[in-house]
């Protein structure tokens, strides 16, 4: 009677399902030489990513700490308060868009802290209705704390301007003791901390009036519908371009600040060059001395049946895992590394940075780019001149 044949061993199975063409193949069974490729590329596009978004945090800085003035077009006579009725009334009567409010106002100004220095913060003068509107236009929904009264040293902030500059209910804002950009000279006061994420400071207006120069009043113009406050923006500076009066309007904010990082971001697109060429040369180098070791290798496959094109598929595409694991593992480190920046650096002192800035990460697109091409074509060059039976013949000898 005949025996059944034995079940194959676990081994003899593991051989029948080896896939020698497969790319995970070559790349689970030599981690130690596909991990610190994959390595380099994670630390360049980590770098990358990183460098951008924190240049990027000072420009998004600028429209978050003045991004107050979205709501309203302000404007100044230049000086000349004789002027600053007259021009307030010509908005009203010729306005594209319905007037919500139109405020009189007073103006001075504090330091504030940021990544790069401090920069100048406008400390509003406003009466108790106008202050009331202007803190329901920027979106307050709730104080600690109360309203400065009127006439009084106090003063109202909104919660990011209170953790930048480290104040309290009962803090001092403006004083005697502080330097030009925030004299007072009477002490005055933090008795309201507004609940907005906006950045917000303002005081009484009759305090302004009594104690502060130039004796001149400001103006603010809010449209009634909040998305046409960009409209009535560049109607005002159109308008009064060129005469005695000068308008403060949110996009010339965004317009500035372009402008002024123009040249930053000109030269930081020569540095990432340089890098992605060098990160790239340093790539190719490698991957020529890992190819070089695993000619034996290619000309064995070749001399037992497989085609030149199967086994230059297979390595192109050992090359893109390698090189779209290594970028997709690079973008989320940069972006755990950049929550922890924004959770331990930047939130305590209300510094501005966006962990998920896609220019940031657009940056890093050059380089899994660059380093695929010198890699496929480092391989098709060692293919050209590839000799399967001298290598198995130099492997039988």
Not at 34 to 50: D, E, F, H, Q, S
């Amino acid at each position: 009677m005949d025996r059944p044949a034995p079940f194959p061993s676990s081994r003899a199975k593991r051989a029948g399902r080896a896939r020698p063409l497969s790319p995970a193949t070559y790349l689970r069974r030599n981690a130690g030489k596909t991990l610190p490729l994959i390595g380099v590329i994670v630390l360049a596009v980590m770098l990358v990513a990183g460098i951008i978004a924190m240049i990027n945090s000072i420009p998004y800085s600028i429209r978050t700490i003045y991004g107050y003035s979205r709501e309203m077009t302000g404007i100044t006579p230049r000086g000349d308060a004789a002027q600053t009725k007259p021009i307030l009334d010509e908005i009203e009567k010729y306005s594209p868009v319905p007037i919500g409010r139109v405020v009189t106002c007073r103006a001075t100004t504090t330091q504030i802290r940021s990544i790069v220095g401090k920069w100048p913060f406008y400390v509003l003068g406003l009466a108790r209705p106008d202050l009331e509107y202007y803190l329901d236009r920027q979106k307050v929904n709730g104080i600690d704390g109360r309203l400065p009264a009127e006439g009084k040293p106090e003063a109202i902030i909104s919660e990011p301007l209170a953790r930048n500059l480290d104040l309290k209910i009962g803090s001092e804002l403006l004083g005697p003791d502080k330097d030009e950009s925030g004299f007072s000279p009477y002490s005055v006061k933090v008795v309201g901390i507004a609940k907005t994420d906006r950045w917000l400071a303002a005081v009484p207006v009759g305090y302004l009036r009594d104690n502060h120069f130039p004796p001149v009043d400001l103006g603010m113009v809010f449209a009634k519908d909040s998305a046409q406050q960009d409209r009535l923006d560049h109607w005002t500076d159109k308008r009064f371009k060129g005469r005695r009066a000068a308008v403060l309007a949110y996009f010339q904010i965004e317009k500035n600040t372009q402008e002024m990082f123009k040249t930053l971001f000109m030269i930081l697109n020569v540095i990432i060059g340089v890098m992605v060429i060098v990160m790239t040369s340093i790539m190719g180098m490698l991957i020529n001395i890992y190819q070089t070791q695993r000619l034996q290798e290619f000309g064995l496959l070749q001399a037992i049946g497989y085609t030149k094109g199967q086994i230059l598929r297979r390595v192109a595409s050992e090359s893109v895992m390698v090189v779209v694991v290594g970028w997709i593992l690079g973008l989320l480190l940069a972006y755990g590394l950049l929550l922890i920046a924004k959770a331990t650096m930047m939130d305590p002192r209300a510094y501005s940075i966006d962990p998920l800035d896609m220019a940031a990460y657009r940056y890093t697109v050059p380089i899994p780019i660059a380093i695929l091409v010198v890699a496929i074509g480092t391989v098709f060059h060692r293919f050209r001149t590839l000799d399967p039976i001298g290598i198995v013949e130099r492997r039988l000898v």
